[in-house]
Structures are given as structure tokens and as C-alpha cells.
């Protein structure tokens, strides 16, 4: 069985609601369709420490979350958008994957981003993140992206919105498909 592991960017800890998180949950409910069976991590809850190694020294949380991720077969970052850009948790997770660049561990791994926020920016930070996991290894596949933006300056989260748009929805099942079948591929056909 595929592994996937949703690394839930929230600014806040567990047990505050996070409508990343909750995305992110989504995808992997559209994924367990494909028989793919995942875990999502809220980095905030980790003392991850900042730095673009794969250990930062004692007390550092990211090991163990790498070794998840090393485990795993797809990783979808959960990111909110704060002033147009993915949260610093967000970023953070980026340095340190910064350490794998010429490792070759992320390659095989196919990678997809959800972005919750309520302003513009959902292509950007998905454009942004994306691209920075292609570069340190990990395979994109098409339409690797879902998204939910409210009202600019609104007050409404993902989280509290009611039912849910159709859009949405639609891009949480084509990015579970497509990702499934990418890693189905990588799975049986590896990079030489």
C-alpha cells in the first residue's frame, strides 16, 4: 500500500482548529480512495528547529519527521497564505528539506501542496512550493494542487465556511488521482 504523509504548515499548535490541517485531512481522505493510507504531522507541535541540515542537534524534532517522510511515497504540504505567502512554518519546512538537494532521498516522492487563506495568493504559494520541492527531488504531478481562498481582509476561515465549494472538492479528488497513479508509477517503474 502507498504511504502519504500531510506535513500541516498552521501557525498554530494542536488542539487549536486549522483549517490547513483540515485540507490537508481532505486530501488524505480523496487519497485513501487510491489506496493510499497517510498521517498528518501539524509542525508546530515539533520543536523543529530552524537550519537547512537534516539534524540540527539534540532536542531537534525534524528526524523524526523525515524519517516519516522517508517513508512515505507522496508528501502534500498544508500551508494557510499570510500576506500573500506560505506561512513561515511553511518555509521552515523548506530550509530543512534544503539539506536533501544533493541526497537524492526525495527522488521517486511525488509531491502536492493545499492552501487555505482568505486572500489572494493561492498560485503563488502554490508556484512557490512546489517548485522548491521539484528541487530538492520530488516528482509533480498534473493538477498537484487544491486550494479554498475567502473574501481578501475577510474573517472567514476554511475551517468555518459551511459547504464546501464544488472547485475545491474537485481539485482535492484530481490531486489524490493524479498523485496516487504518479506514485503508483514511480512505485513499479523507478527513476534510473
Not at 487549536?16 to 488524505?28: A, N, T
Not at 487510491?34 to 537534516?54: E, K, L, N, Q
Not at 502534500?76 to 506561512?87: D, R
Amino acid at each position: 500500500m502507498l504511504r502519504a504523509l500531510v506535513l500541516s504548515c498552521s501557525l498554530r499548535r494542536s488542539p487549536s482548529p486549522s483549517s490547513s490541517e483540515l485540507l490537508g485531512r481532505e486530501v488524505l481522505t480523496a487519497l485513501s480512495d487510491h489506496d493510499v493510507d497517510g498521517t498528518v504531522i501539524r509542525v508546530a507541535d515539533h520543536d523543529v528547529r530552524f537550519g537547512v541540515s537534516a539534524d540540527e542537534g539534540p532536542g531537534d524534532a525534524w528526524p523524526g519527521i523525515r524519517a516519516q517522510l522517508l517513508d512515505a511515497h507522496i508528501l502534500v504540504v498544508a500551508t494557510p497564505i499570510w500576506m500573500g505567502q506560505p506561512s513561515s512554518v511553511c518555509k521552515m519546512v523548506l530550509e530543512r528539506l534544503d539539506a536533501e538537494l544533493t541526497t537524492g532521498t526525495m527522488r521517486g516522492k511525488v509531491a502536492a501542496v493545499a492552501v487555505v487563506g482568505n486572500e489572494d495568493g493561492a498560485h503563488h504559494v502554490t508556484a512557490e512550493v512546489l517548485q522548491a520541492l521539484n528541487d530538492v527531488g520530488f516528482t509533480v504531478p498534473a493538477a498537484a494542487s487544491t486550494y479554498w481562498v475567502g473574501e481578501a481582509m475577510g474573517k472567514v476561515d476554511y475551517k468555518d465556511a459551511g459547504p464546501k465549494p464544488d472547485t475545491t472538492a474537485a481539485a482535492t479528488l484530481t490531486l489524490a488521482a493524479n498523485a496516487a497513479h504518479l506514485a503508483r508509477l514511480l512505485e513499479s517503474a523507478p527513476y534510473q
